[in-house]
């Protein structure tokens, strides 16, 4: 079966670290650009990174960048998000998702997304 | 960045009306080397992931039932359910693809009347 599952998610303190992961099953993860989005409680969704197949091409929202790392490894079929520097406007559902088209194209639609992990940030 | 702004936020309909959700990007998403529009819609519903409706501003995705159809061209796209199901409550975003951050609209909300 094609899916993504993510994991990872938890309740951080303001100022702390989280590390979450994307396994990907039933399709050739290395061939695919892959994104994370998030997703507030109750509010819309947001792009927040992608990663090319061999990890050359990279970009981040303003919101995260300098404090969140993507990152991914072929041989296991995961992706992963650093996030560090944690705060409370961060807490959201975050989403992996797969990125359709050829590797080549810089930009395309994403046609595949996991269930989420949810971030909480609090004391 | 490019702003994606829908309208309306919220809409309800009875069963079997026409739905229209419109979208406009704050700059044209359509790029002239391919004549195509990098504009996607996306269905959310309650407690799950989005599911990718639209690709390409009309291109329907594989297995959606036809009644789902996406128009548009450069700054101004439309979203339209030809026949309103229960199955179809939901919230739906539009995204365009043309450049990142990958903008989304911010959603509208489908209900039955």
């Known amino acids: 079966e094609v899916q993504l599952v993510e994991s990872g998610g938890g309740l951080v303190q303001p100022g702390g670290s989280l590390r979450l992961s994307c396994a990907a099953s039933?399709?050739?993860?290395?061939?695919?650009?892959m994104h994370w989005v998030r997703q507030a409680p109750g509010k819309g969704l947001v792009w927040v990174s992608h990663i090319n197949s061999d990890e050359s091409k990279i970009d981040y929202a303003d919101s995260v960048k300098g404090r969140f790392t993507v990152s991914r490894d072929n041989a296991k079929n995961t992706l992963y998000l650093q996030m560090n520097s944690l705060r409370a406007e961060d807490t959201a559902v975050y989403y992996c998702?797969?990125?359709?088209?050829?590797?080549?194209?810089?930009?395309?639609?994403?046609?595949?997304w996991g269930r989420g992990t949810l971030v909480t940030v609090s004391s | 960045d490019i702003v994606m702004t829908q309208s309306p936020d919220s809409l309800a309909l009875s069963l079997g009306e026409r739905a229209t959700i419109n979208c406009t990007s704050s700059?044209?998403?359509?790029?002239?080397?391919?004549?195509?529009?990098?504009l996607a819609w996306y269905q959310q519903k309650p407690g799950q992931p989005p599911i990718l409706l639209i690709y390409w501003a009309s291109t329907r995705e594989s297995g959606l039932p036809d009644r789902f159809s996406g128009s548009g061209s450069g700054t101004d796209f439309t979203l339209t359910i030809s026949s309103l199901q229960a199955e179809d409550v939901a919230v739906y975003y539009c995204?365009?693809?043309?450049?990142?951050?990958?903008?989304f609209g911010q959603g509208t909300k489908l209900e039955i009347k």
């Open positions: 995204q365009q693809y043309y450049s990142t951050p990958y903008t």
């Open positions: 039933g399709f050739t993860f290395s061939s695919y650009w």
């Open positions: 998702a797969r990125r359709s088209g050829p590797a080549f194209y810089y930009n395309y639609y994403c046609d595949l």
């Open positions: 700059q044209s998403v359509l790029y002239s080397s391919n004549n195509k529009n990098y």
